[in-house]
């Protein structure tokens, strides 16, 4: 008999079978009771889970058997023998299997078996090479909800800081010219939005980062900040949405600075990853903003170097699937579909 109450499970792709994904995904589901977590169905191959744990599995064939099952058995939605197995050596049929299961986990969250999507880390060089042509997992199910790559927004979120990374995955020399002022408008609405209807943050506080050091020193060193930052905050302000910048980004992340804001749009990558991951690497979820459906991701990838020694922490797995469950909850309550 299960002991928990939500009748639709949440879907965990497993990610890269030869990665940390099943092992970590496996991990969540022991500290379900501990971390009080909703149930959820693993996807992917059942044998990737089977060759780096000996807890108790369950093959299921439909979604209603994974939430009744759950209290017992990680629960587990096969859809491919992924091949011979060698935990931190990725294969082509290992990268299928990951985007197979990421199909499967859209699928069963857009039509509703399932309340939110948490996708596991896949390797993009191992998708790159069977023909995939997303920069991430975030473009992936953007195209496959019908939201444009703008419009669907990556956050990393942890109890201390929220960062929102406006370019994503491109090369650092070409930030300079992909980095505008419509991007900055389109996608600071979108999280102002998101923070409402999924955080239930009545009107986010968004600082914006500067490009350069200094955020240009008034334009000695560098114009972006005059020409596109300043300009998109202004037409935020305008809007009647609460946002700052261009900031600092140097001292935008220490604690009384950071504080005060509910998100920081960073302009590129690393700009906002490396301080998330330095205060959030055990706890981090990425998630995706704009979407109809509820998306997290633990913030870590497929960390092939540990891959089967039984090292890798759950913590952003478990967050993770947290954190999309409250979400999930959330738009519920709004009456947004939940769908
Ligand atoms: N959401 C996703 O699907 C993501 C996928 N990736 C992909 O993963 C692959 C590897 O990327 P890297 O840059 O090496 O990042 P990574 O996150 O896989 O590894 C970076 C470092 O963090 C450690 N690490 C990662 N997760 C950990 C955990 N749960 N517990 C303990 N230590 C952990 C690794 O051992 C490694 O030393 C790439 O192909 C990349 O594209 C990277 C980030 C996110
Ligand atoms: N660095 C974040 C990351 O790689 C996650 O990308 P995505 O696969 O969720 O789009």
Not at 167 to 179: C, D, G, N
């Amino acid at each position: 008999m299960s002991d928990y109450a939500s009748p639709r499970p949440i879907a965990v792709t497993m990610g890269d079978p030869a990665g940390v994904g099943p092992e970590v995904t496996a991990r969540a589901w022991r500290a379900r009771r501990e971390h009080k977590l909703p149930p959820f169905v693993t996807i992917g191959d059942a044998a990737a889970i089977e060759a780096v744990w000996d807890g108790p599995i369950a093959r299921v064939g439909g979604i209603d058997e994974a939430a009744r099952i759950f209290a017992d058995a990680l629960p587990v939605w096969h859809l491919e023998d992924s091949g011979a197995l060698t935990p931190g050596v990725p294969t082509p049929a290992g990268a299928a299997c990951a985007l197979h299961a990421l199909e499967t986990g859209i699928g069963l969250t857009r039509n509703g078996a399932c309340a939110a999507l948490v996708t596991g880390p896949v390797s993009k060089h191992a998708l790159h090479g069977i023909g995939y042509t997303h920069p991430g997992q975030t473009e992936f199910i953007a195209e496959r909800c019908g939201v444009t790559a703008t419009n669907a927004v990556m956050m990393l979120a942890g109890p201390a800081l929220r960062v929102v990374p406006l370019t994503v995955h491109i090369p650092l020399e070409q930030v300079p010219e992909r980095l505008t002022s419509d991007l900055i408008i389109a996608k600071a609405r979108i999280v102002a939005r998101g923070l409402h209807r999924d955080f239930g943050i009545e009107r986010p506080r968004i600082g914006v980062a500067g490009l350069n050091p200094h955020a240009g020193e008034c334009g000695q060193l560098g114009d972006e900040e005059l020409r596109i930052i300043a300009p998109a905050v202004a037409q935020l302000a305008e809007e009647g949405l609460s946002v700052e910048g261009p900031l600092a980004a140097d001292a935008l992340f220490a604690p009384t600075i950071r504080t005060q804001y509910d998100a920081l749009l960073c302009a590129y990558h690393d700009q906002a990853l490396a301080p998330f991951k330095a205060l959030h690497f055990h706890d981090g979820v990425n998630l995706t903003l704009g979407l109809p459906i509820v998306r997290t991701s633990p913030d870590h990838g497929t960390a092939f170097n540990i891959a089967g020694t039984a090292t890798a922490d759950p913590g952003p797995t478990i967050a993770a699937i947290a954190m999309a469950s409250r979400m999930a909850e959330a738009r519920e309550r709004s009456g947004a579909p939940a769908k």
